[in-house]
T-cell receptor, first 108, second 113 residues
Framework: KNEVEQSPQNLTAQEGEFITINCSYSVGISALHWLQQHPGGGIVSLFMLSSGKKKHGRLIATINIQEKHSSLHITASHPRDSAVYTCALQGGSEKLVFGKGTKLTVNP | ETGVTQSPTHLIKTRGQQVTLRCSSQSGHNTVSWYQQALGQGPQFIFQYYREEENGRGNFPPRFSGLQFPNYSSELNVNALELDDSALYLC????????????FGPGTRLLVL
């Protein structure tokens, strides 16, 4: 069983829709990262969470440590949000264990 | 812009050759991790260096080795290249404190023929 599971694997939305990407994990962690990778682009760190909720612009990330679950929300989605979104677990060191990613396509 | 650079951006090698990939981290980032990302897959942890010492290793054979230097640069060396080594190689750096964002470089795309 994978330590980290993401859903959905692929997501297609219309511009303006509210988007949720989920991440569940089965191990103890010190933090969880949400990362974004545009086609042909580099990996960008969006959030690092150890509890609660963080918001940056139209992006909101939440984590429930007891339930071992995190979500990434995008409000008022835009075609430029089209990218692969990946959650990654951080244990005691800075080593990251990556989920398989969610490919988001936002159509105009 | 993460302040982490990697070189070269692209590289083509043949099977059996050796390759050295380079990463330059932000000043003060004592920890650097290297990841291998095969096409269509998520990154896999290769190893991590902290203050010039190996600090953890993933499931990669010994022909993958690394170095970290006092000037916050590091190297990933791969000997006896195999076709399956073709991938994007990423480095990520951070301060070694409990809760710090990791900063990823743009990666080096290696093709082994």
């Amino acid at each position: 069983k994978n330590e980290v599971e993401q859903s959905p694997q692929n997501l297609t939305a219309q511009e303006g829709e509210f988007i949720t990407i989920n991440c569940s994990y089965s191990v103890g962690i010190s933090a969880l990262h949400w990362l974004q990778q545009h086609p042909g682009g580099g990996i960008v760190s969006l959030f690092m969470l150890s509890s609660g909720k963080k918001k940056h612009g139209r992006l909101i990330a939440t984590i429930n440590i007891q339930e071992k679950h995190s979500s990434l929300h995008i409000t008022a989605s835009h075609p430029r949000d089209s990218a692969v979104y990946t959650c990654a677990l951080q244990g005691g060191s800075e080593k990251l264990v990556f989920g398989k990613g969610t490919k988001l396509t936002v159509n105009p | 812009e993460t302040g982490v650079t990697q070189s070269p951006t692209h590289l083509i090698k043949t099977r059996g050759q050796q390759v050295t990939l380079r990463c330059s981290s932000q000043s003060g980032h004592n920890t650097v991790s290297w990841y291998q990302q095969a096409l269509g897959q998520g990154p896999q942890f290769i190893f991590q260096y902290y203050r010039e010492e190996e600090n953890g290793r993933g499931n990669f054979p010994p022909r993958f080795s690394g170095l970290q230097f006092p000037n916050y640069s590091s190297e990933l060396n791969v000997n006896a290249l195999e076709l399956d080594d073709s991938a994007l190689y990423l480095c990520a750096s951070s301060h070694r404190r409990g809760e710090e964002t990791q900063y990823f470089g743009p990666g080096t795309r290696l093709l082994v023929l």
